[in-house]
């Protein structure tokens, strides 16, 4: 007979609902709190974006709970980056070798079948809930459902609220809770590419689309409707920025310059421009995640920019990682809760700088010759040497079996050794002849 | 006639309470919101430190409203640091030169002339009144006396509440308020030295006294009854640390051992030990601090931990910038508020790191040869260029003409030259001839 039985989970976003999932199977009393409607019978956007990358870490916790198949029948495969040039031209550089992809895949989509997959294991979900504090000593949520507000307790309490967390509110509170909220300089907003009259898509589906500018950049990912959700990426101020683009005739002929060839396949530009909201990216970072027997997890910990494609990842891998420990230690979660965040917080801390280096990577160096030169020593280097040069991307998306935090360490240890190589005289037209063995004993 | 007139201060502390009476005088109508009791009529200690080290900029602040010889006539000036070793033997080193000194104040005393002065001029004080939120856009407060929860309206709205500050709070649900909380790994914890049988100082009571042992210090400021407030401040956690001080015993040995003297002048120690709290200590660093009409001001917006003695001093020099650009700005808030926030930040970033870098030299520092050969030469190098080379510690404390800012840049200037000077081979000996001509044509 298990000590705790009772658990909450307060959001019943990704995480939260795949969570639920999770501790349902090993046989836990589950109800989710979320302060939103039910979006299976609402619609709902929130402000999130509508589609986002699932790759190998994802994955992985799905399979555990035996949904990866559901989910990838209804995820459009991305095998690279389609990179689009000022002119319209362009260039498809792979992400890893033959059968490495991510998937384009709908938020809701993927939301609703964790919503209604979790039900099935007897997870109760309590829509228009707003958790307003925690007592942690006594393990209670006070809730609010409209006008009515209510104590209830429970063995433990699991915040997976997201981004702006009241869970993580309560604790900041609490002494000595380390908090802090970041904002990048740039904005985003989302704009639609529709399919074609014939309802084709307009552009190559199985590709992640980018307009690198420098200093922001226009991406868009497959819909199953066979339209693209376009993101454009630009400075709130400043003199190429959100601000700038006041008026129709700015916003035209910003993307006209810019974007060419994707303007021409945006009839909505304006209306879209004009009716999405401008938003923010944060990056939270906090410690500790755990006060008695409440936890953060997924971004309510640790929300990341969306660069690397890796929010939803890490927020799945927090799951399948609190579960392996609850089996390591027969669910004593006063023992597994400390040991959870203890192991997860370099992973988190490294996943949010990797994020943010990435921004950089995707608006600027995807365009460069020397970024595509490194990419092409790397890909000969990993061919020779699959399990000892293993190129940061790779690392990141495909391998689920490498740590966050390692991925970085590893990631800075090869940029060394390349920036050496890349600085040598005649590099470009020497690179073929490089002797793969003496740099492979460099790491 | 002003089209500002009712403004709110939410926060009767220090700055809350000076920042009244500098706002009552410009003729606004001023309602202070203090959610504590009123501590003219209770005893509150709130947690918060006895005593404070009032210094030029915190004067000038208070001259400039006609209160600085009020209050020095209640200070105790303090010369110097008298730094005692493992032995008990003490070494007095002044802070700058005759004439420049700190004054150990009370807080509560201080804090009580502030409200009485405020009232005089008109200012409305409401205690027991707890800021809930903040509506930005409609500038009102709701707050909440007892059961009672209403909402206020007001032209301007500023809340000097403190690091943890329920202004601030609201704030940081708005979109891109960047917001950071840390803590040290140190704690403190206060515990006092009596006065002798006859009533005396049973230590020199111009001096800040410091027992600094590398990892953890304690310190001591004299109170108007002859007494001494004493500050341990040490790890929560580690080998040395409050964590291990956890028996009578314990607590007995490490004093004994490591502040001999002042162990024998410490008669209450075990009980002030168990009854007083150990406090953490925070660095609050934020931006924006306006939203609309709503403002923060004090540890509100820059919270710091105590080790320059600057926090009061810094939240009364942010009264008297306000002051001064209202004046400039024909009390045009629209226009004071952003340039308040930006000419000030720069300002409060540079006493937060020169805060944290001053503990290091306090519990460190001010015991090693180096830096004393440092403070020697440095004060001949100020005594034959007073105005080229002024002391890091003089321009933060007694240049209220210096901003933190430019002290923060001129004294990393400075340490680097001495840094310099300081590894040439003889130097200890050599010192006084060298070339100050030379030295000060580095700068």
């Known amino acids: 007979m298990k000590e705790t039985k009772n658990i909450a989970i307060v959001g019943a976003g990704l995480v939260g609902s795949l969570l639920s999932i999770y501790l349902a199977k090993r046989g836990y009393s ?19 974006s509508i589609n986002l990358a699932l790759s190998n870490r994802g994955i992985r916790a799905l399979e555990k709970v035996g949904l990866a198949d559901v989910l990838k029948a209804n995820a459009i495969p991305m095998h690279g980056r389609m990179v689009h040039d000022e002119n319209g031209n362009t260039n498809f550089q792979p992400y890893g070798k033959e059968g490495e992809y991510i998937n384009s895949v709908s938020r809701g989509g993927l939301n609703m079948v964790l919503m209604t997959e979790a039900e099935k294991f007897g997870v109760e979900f309590y829509f228009e809930h ?51 909220q970041s904002y990048i300089e740039h904005g985003y907003k989302e704009l639609r590419i529709p399919a074609s009259d014939t ?3 307009l552009m190559e589906p199985h590709a992640l689309h980018i307009w690198p500018r420098e200093s922001y ?23 190429v ?7 129709e005739e700015t916003i035209k002929n910003f993307f006209e310059k810019n974007f060419p060839d994707a303007f021409t396949k945006m009839p909505t530009l304006l209306e879209d421009f004009r009716d999405n909201a401008t938003s923010s990216l944060v990056t939270i970072r906090c410690y500790p995640w755990v006060r008695n027997k409440t936890l953060l997890i997924g971004d309510a910990a640790h929300g990341i920019v969306p660069f690397y494609g890796q ?20 669910d004593k979660w006063k023992k597994v809760l400390p040991v959870f965040q203890e192991q997860r917080k370099p992973d988190a801390d490294a996943i949010a700088q990797l994020a943010l280096d990435n921004f950089i990577e995707m608006r600027d160096k995807v365009a460069d010759e020397d970024f595509l030169l490194q990419k092409k020593i790397e890909a000969r280097l990993h061919e020779k ?39 040598r005289p005649g590099i470009k037209t020497s690179w073929k002849s490089l002797n793969l063995e003496e740099i492979i004993n460099k790491l």
Request: with cysteine; aromatic share 12%; glycine share 6%.
């Open 30 to 48: 589950v109800s989710v709190y979320e302060r939103r409607l039910d979006m299976r019978k609402h619609n709902i956007h929130g402000g999130r």
């Open 130 to 180: 707003r958790c307003l504090g925690i007592d942690f000593k006594e393990n209670e949520i006070t809730l609010q459902e409209y006008e009515a507000v209510k104590r209830k307790k429970f063995d433990v309490i699991i915040g997976s609220d997201g981004a702006f967390s009241a869970v993580r509110g309560a604790m900041q509170t609490t002494d000595r809770f380390e908090f802090s």
């Open 199 to 201: 309802g084709e898509f």
């Open 217 to 239: 950049m226009l991406i868009a990912l497959p819909n199953p409707d066979n339209t693209f959700t376009c993101t454009l990426f630009l400075p709130f101020e400043g003199p």
């Open 241 to 247: 920025s959100f601000s700038q683009l006041n008026s």
């Open 311 to 330: 929010g939803m990842n890490a927020g799945f891998e927090d799951c399948r990682v609190l579960d392996e420990l609850l089996d390591e230690h027969q």
């Open 385 to 423: 040497y699959p399990d000892r040069w293993i190129p940061l991307y790779t690392q990141v998306t495909f391998r689920d079996d490498i740590r966050y935090s390692e991925a970085l360490a590893a990631g800075k240890k090869q940029q060394r050794i390349m920036d050496e190589l890349l600085s």
